[in-house]
C-alpha cells in the first residue's frame, strides 16, 4: 500500500476546503495531520484598564454599574476570529465583541489581530460564564487547535421571581423582596412557589428551625412575572429554571427571628440567598356594629335585636387579614357590602370592610337565621352570625 501527503505550502487570504482521498487502502490504519503551530497564541492581555498575564486561562471580570472593556492580541498563521459559547442554556447578551475595533495585520510576518469586548454588569445580578474561543481561520477545523479563554463575572447569589397567585385562588402568601422575607397564612395547604435563577443550578437548605415547612423542587411553575405588575410581583431579567413550592404541613405552627432557611449558588456554596418565614393568622379580626344601631348589638358571633321595622338597616363592620364575603338564606332579612374592603395604609396587616343588614317589607317570621362568612383566604372554615330580632313590643 502506499501513504499520501498532502501538503498546503502558503495561505495568506483564503478559506481553503481539501478532500484526501485514499485509494485501495486496506489496512485498517490512519493518518492524521493537523497544521503546525494552528492555535492563536494571546501576546497581550488587558483587562478592565490593567495589563494581565497572557497566559491567563480565566478571566475574571468586574459589576458595578459601568462599562467595562478586555483587549485581546493574538497571533496566528491567519485571522483570528472571536466565538463566544457557555454550557448552559442562558443567552449570552451580556458580553459584546466590538466588530468596529477589530484589526488584523501581519506584521513581521505574523499575522496578528486585536480584538475589543465590552460589558456593563450590574451587581448582585447572575450572569453566565462565557467561553472565548479563538480560531485561527487558516487552520483545521478540529477543536484541538483552538484557544480558549474563560470570561467568568463574579459569583451571586440565586436572585428570585415570584409571580402574585391571583386573589382568586384565595393564596395571599407573598414574598418580600426588600426585607428577605415569606409571609404564608395559617391555614390547610398554604403554599408559596419562588422561581430561582443561578446559571449554576439551585438548591434549597431547610434548617431545623422549619420542621413545619415542606419543599418541592420543579422545573417548570408559574409564568415568570415579567412586568413587575402587580406591585407584590418580584421580576428578573435573568433565566427562570428552577421552582421551589414551600408548603405548610402545620397550622398550629409559630415562626420566630429564626425561622430561616437558605438558596444556595450550586457553582459557589458561599453564595446564598437567606429568607425568613413569617407565619400569619387568617382569622377575621373583629365584628362590630357600627352607625345608627336602632338598639341591635353584637357580642360573640351573634347579633341580637335587630329592629322589625321595614327597611331597618344595621351596619356591620368586618376586619380581617384579606377580606370576606358575607350571605345569609335567612327569609326577613339582607346583607350586602357596603363599603369595599381597603387598609388604612398598604402595610397594615388587616384592613376593614362594612356589609348592611336590611330588614326586608312585610316580614312575618322572625325566624333567626345566620349569616354566613367566607374568608377570601382559602383553606379557612366558614364562620357564621347568628342573626335575631328584637321582641315583638307589647
Known sequence: NTRYTLHIKEVMEATITAFFEIVDWTSGGGVIVKPDNAAP???????????????????????????????????????????????TGWDIDWLEHDDASYKSEVVDGVTTTTMTFKYTLTAATPYVPVTLTLANESASQDESVYTTLAIVPPATAPVLDFATPDAATGNFNLYDQANGKLTMYKTSKSSITLGASCPFGTKLA??????????????????????????????????????????????????????????INLGDATQTLELTVELLDPAITTIELTGTTGGAAYNNYKITDVPRTDGSTVEVKMTSPQGVTASTLSSWFTIAETAAFTRTTPTDATGSQTFTLTVKDAVTDFTTAPIVLKNNISGMEDVTVLVSAAAVAP
Open 41 to 87: 497564541v494571546v501576546t497581550a492581555l488587558n483587562v478592565e484598564g490593567t495589563d494581565t498575564d497572557v497566559a491567563t486561562k480565566e478571566i475574571s471580570v468586574t459589576a458595578d454599574g459601568t462599562e467595562k472593556v478586555i483587549t485581546l492580541t493574538a497571533t496566528a498563521s491567519g485571522k483570528v476570529q472571536p466565538k463566544f459559547s457557555t454550557t
Open 206 to 263: 431547610l434548617s431545623n428551625q422549619l420542621p413545619w415547612l415542606e419543599v418541592s423542587k420543579s422545573k417548570s411553575g408559574p409564568a415568570p412575572s415579567t412586568t413587575g405588575t402587580p406591585a407584590t410581583d418580584v421580576s428578573v431579567s435573568t433565566p427562570v429554571e428552577e421552582y421551589y413550592t414551600l408548603m405548610l404541613k402545620d397550622v398550629t405552627a409559630t415562626s420566630d427571628a429564626n425561622s430561616k432557611f437558605e438558596i
